[in-house]
């Protein structure tokens, strides 16, 4: 029986998967999502982790969060920057060292839950700082997320925060 099995099928074969279903996957992609890619971008793994060890082995990961970070850093750049600016004051915003968001405090007399749930109706996510309090007096303020966020919808964001928050236009 072994005599008749073609030499690719004892052994490991090719690393990056079978050539010819990668060549149907790249055809089938051209045709039914306009994806223009060839043969040398696509992997067939076996599984999860053969997947990440070429990704981390390749230097894609590495790279991968080089851009991830600047990407972020400049989120929040534009973040602080936009709500700097539609406060019309310096905002003594926390956070930023680690995570992907900042906290707005807000003043004590502030219902944060009730903004919170405002903007979540606008379409936006923030969660109210005091939610996060085990014990009174809870700080009062928004935590305002940007890692999924656009430029776009973070400026947006900031325009309807102002609103709800009646800072002048």
Not at 23 to 37: K, N, S, Y
Not at 101 to 120: E, M, N, S, T, W
Request: hydrophobic content about 40%.
């Amino acid at each position: 029986m072994l005599n008749h099995t073609p030499p690719r099928q004892l052994g490991y074969g090719d690393p990056l998967g079978d050539p010819e279903l990668r060549a149907a996957l790249a055809q089938q992609l051209r045709i039914t999502r306009g994806v223009r890619c060839d043969v040398g971008q696509i992997v067939i793994t076996e599984g999860a982790q053969q997947a990440l060890a070429r990704f981390i082995l390749s230097g894609d990961y590495s790279r991968h969060l080089s851009k991830m970070h600047r990407l972020y850093r400049q989120r929040q750049a534009l973040l602080r920057s936009e709500l700097q600016q539609a406060a019309g004051q310096p905002l003594p915003l926390l956070g930023g060292d680690s995570g992907m968001h900042l906290v707005l405090p807000l003043d004590a007399h502030q219902d944060d839950v009730a903004i919170a749930r405002q903007l979540l109706q606008a379409g936006y996510a923030p969660a109210a700082l005091s939610t996060f309090y085990l014990t009174e007096p809870a700080q009062r303020g928004l935590v305002i997320g940007y890692g999924n966020s656009s430029s776009t919808q973070i400026t947006a964001a900031v325009r309807q925060l102002r609103r709800m928050l009646g800072w002048p236009d």
